[in-house]
């Protein structure tokens, strides 16, 4: 309002002059039109930046549920009997129970240090590890998932490995993964093969020997039926 009537003013003052007043005319559009865009710019950018505000508020708030399902994951994690570990893409290891130094006999300081999952693995299957790291971060199912675990101290048991993958707006952004010691169960299987085995051999050996004496007197018999061994009677026959 000011403008237009400062405006006014000036072009009472060049009433009269055609060409000086159809220039400041011409000027006073230029600037209005300028305004125009700077009022609409400023508004689009006060529009931009509510935009920002809100998704700043709503990724605040996504990070601190995340935060919090992460909490309660790990304390949950925590009371499991099982080997719970959580890693990278590239398989070091983030985060892992308690079970996981007791089963293992590694300490928090080596997780610091940067452990891989492939170091839980005798040599001979880190290549099928990091194959099935891949896949399992690519959503597939993986199904050859029992390993050799390798203990800090060396010593190794037969392990069950479930890997999930952990997203973040649909893209993997590392891995969650279990580990159940299957050795007793492993040995239950050798065991019952073992003994399926022997029961399968006395069962052949038992079936030799009953056919043996079998065949020997059926072959008596018809010895004895033919004549061979002297004459029978009707009587004898039946």
């Given at each position: 309002n000011k403008n237009r009537q400062l405006y006014a003013e000036l072009l009472e003052k060049v009433k009269g002059q055609e060409e000086q007043e159809k220039s400041f005319r011409a000027v006073i559009q230029q600037v209005e039109s300028m305004y125009t865009q700077v009022a609409s710019s400023q508004l689009e950018v006060e529009k931009k930046n509510r935009q920002l505000e809100a998704e700043i508020t709503a990724r605040k708030l996504i990070e601190s549920q995340l935060k919090e399902s992460e909490k309660r994951f790990r304390e949950l994690a925590e009371l499991l009997p099982e080997v719970v570990i959580e890693m990278d893409?590239?398989?070091?290891?983030?985060?892992?129970?308690?079970?996981?130094?007791?089963?293992?006999?590694?300490?928090?300081?080596?997780?610091?240090?940067?452990?891989?999952?492939?170091?839980?693995?005798?040599?001979?299957?880190?290549?099928?590890?990091?194959?099935?790291?891949?896949?399992?971060?690519?959503?597939?199912?993986?199904?050859n998932s029992e390993y050799n675990i390798l203990k800090k101290n060396g010593d190794i048991f037969v392990g069950f490995l479930r890997l999930n993958p952990i997203t973040r707006s649909n893209i993997p952004v590392g891995l969650c993964g279990i580990i159940v010691d299957i050795t007793k169960r492993k040995q239950a299987e050798e065991e019952l093969k073992e003994a399926m085995n022997l029961k399968s051999k006395f069962i052949s050996m038992v079936s030799h020997e009953l056919r043996t004496p079998l065949t020997a007197i059926k072959e008596g018999i018809g010895i004895v039926l033919d004549g061979s061994a002297g004459e029978i009677n009707d009587d004898q026959k039946d």
């Open positions: 893409p590239d398989g070091n290891l983030k985060f892992a129970n308690r079970t996981t130094a007791e089963a293992l006999g590694y300490v928090h300081e080596d997780f610091v240090g940067g452990l891989n999952l492939r170091q839980l693995l005798i040599p001979e299957e880190r290549d099928r590890g990091g194959e099935n790291i891949l896949r399992a971060l690519n959503g597939e199912d993986v199904e």
